[in-house]
């Protein structure tokens, strides 16, 4: 789409002495988002076209194209580029587990599987990104107190080192990238224990693990200030750095189903303003273990929330509208590096 020259000051520049500002982008948003990328983020993330089975949906056939057009993007606006993800449960082929009998795949046949994966994916990129999400969303969300790791296919088959290997192999591939390990829910009290509880069994263990992503699909109400600055607090203990890799603020809260709202309702955009100012602060606060924050889109054009939890359901997540104009969110946020420059004065 056509813009006119931007009169908002970049987020980049603002945030410049804080953190990185990212979006997650894909082959169509890198052109119909273009020149907002390019003014206010300085980093991005692979939506979906670095997944598993995005790049490797065969044993013997890699499908690169749509990553590389991202990769590409990335070296020619001069953007970090972090690479997510070489370890999930979901979109993941079923090839990856199975032996060529088609029975399940022995242990040792599923990690050099892995390997020779990530040696090939991070080998390939390893110019132009500098971290990876190495393990995702691994930590169970029972309630049960004896719950921690989710059950899976990597953990039915090679145990519960395929975490430790997978880091192992990342480092192997690419010795100066930053690993990081990404969890959701990640600042519900369980969770966050049983998240600091991993992270920190693997740098005992001498694992290479240099961050932990906090996802942050927050909305208006979930989760508390409190509990986003007790997660950020916990896990900063482990000494590693800390990331926003995914941040929206959904207009609905979870459990809301609702399907009635084409435009925000009446004062839905001041609570989003008010939520994001709350939130930033924090996150400008705590900026001395924060290296990057990157949303999940960059504009409320395109969001997966459109179709997650409620299918065709408008969500309005962002800090920039449809037409990637600055909403009030981005002016509240705006202001929070600015304030801090004046009083330091």
Known sequence: MMESRREEESLK????D???IGAAVNPLTINSQRSLLAYH???LTAENEMKFSSLHP???LYTFENADVIASFAREQGMALRGHT???HNQTPDWLFENEAG????????LERLRSHIQTVVGRYKDVIYCWDVVNEVISDENDESAFLRPSKWLDIAGEDFIAKAFE??????PQALLFYNDYNESNPHKRERIYRLVRSLLDQGVPIHGVGLQAHWNLYDPTLDDMRAAIERYAQLGLQLQLTELDVSVFRFDDRRTDLTVPEKGMLELQAERYESIFRLLYEYREHISAVTFW???DDYTWLDHFPVRGRKNWPFLFDESHAPKPAYERVAQIPKQAAMEKK
């Open 297 to 299: 889109g960059a504009a």
């Open 103 to 110: 029975g399940k795949a022995e242990r040792d046949l599923l």
């Open 169 to 174: 192999f990342a480092h192997e591939a690419d």
């Open 41 to 43: 983020f300085n980093s």
């Open 13 to 16: 520049t603002l945030y410049k």
């Open 86 to 88: 070489l370890v999930w």
């Open 58 to 60: 065969e044993e013997n």
């Open 18 to 20: 804080a953190f990185h």
